[in-house]
């Protein structure tokens, strides 16, 4: 006899001993409850296999990106023509954003707070840059599209097909969209984009470098 029919019998013994010597319960009563299942232990099991199959996040952190060099990119590893539909298409998003098609508001008006706020509050990537002052004069001058928008700096493509990295908190840049220009200072948006876009930033009419 193997363990199968043991624990068959003693199931039935278990059952043959309560009809007769509980009286309360009629025998079809008595199986039924007999047949109920455990609803704790059955809960667990189900939780215990959604943790085993429950699969582990393919995305990749912000460190492990760095590790494998995805913003590392070659001073010449980057073409300035390449990069220019870019720039068309952040003209045509930034213009919308900003509602350029009507007048911007002057800087003591009521609607240069919300202005203010929606330009720092924008993506960065594509638009057109220029260095007009720096703590580091060697900066001054350098201009091109921004292909990267990190906490601390922004990277640019030059006409000349040249990469730089540029810190944000030094400069003063100028930003070209279509034929008006907005200075605005870097240290203002060192910030990571995606946190910048949900925080509100303090706005101070001239600081200094």
Request: glycine content about 4%.
């Amino acid at each position: 006899m193997d363990m199968a029919d043991n624990h068959s019998n003693d199931g039935r013994a278990v059952i043959n001993f309560l009809k007769n010597n509980v009286y309360k319960l009629e025998n079809a009563t008595l199986e039924a409850e007999m047949k109920k299942d455990f609803l704790f232990a059955k809960k667990k099991s189900k939780d215990t296999k959604k943790k085993q199959s429950k699969k582990k996040s393919q995305t990749l952190t912000r460190k492990e990106k760095k590790a494998m060099g995805f913003y590392n990119i070659p001073r010449n590893g980057v073409r300035y023509n390449d990069v220019l539909p870019m720039n068309d298409i952040w003209e045509g998003y930034i213009s919308e954003l900003l509602e350029l098609d009507k007048p911007v508001p002057e800087c003591n008006s009521k609607c240069w707070e919300h202005f203010a706020q929606t330009l720092y509050r924008a993506d960065f990537h594509g638009s057109l840059l220029e260095v007009i002052r720096s703590k580091c004069p060697s900066y001054v001058g350098k201009k091109g599209i921004c292909i990267m928008d990190t906490r601390n700096t922004f990277k640019i493509v030059s006409i000349n097909n040249v990469v730089t990295t540029i810190p944000k908190r030094e400069c003063v840049f100028d930003m070209y969209i279509n034929d008006m220009v907005i200075t605005f200072f870097g240290k203002h948006l060192c910030i990571r984009p995606a946190e910048r876009s949900t925080k509100k930033i303090k706005c101070v009419m001239h600081p200094d470098l």
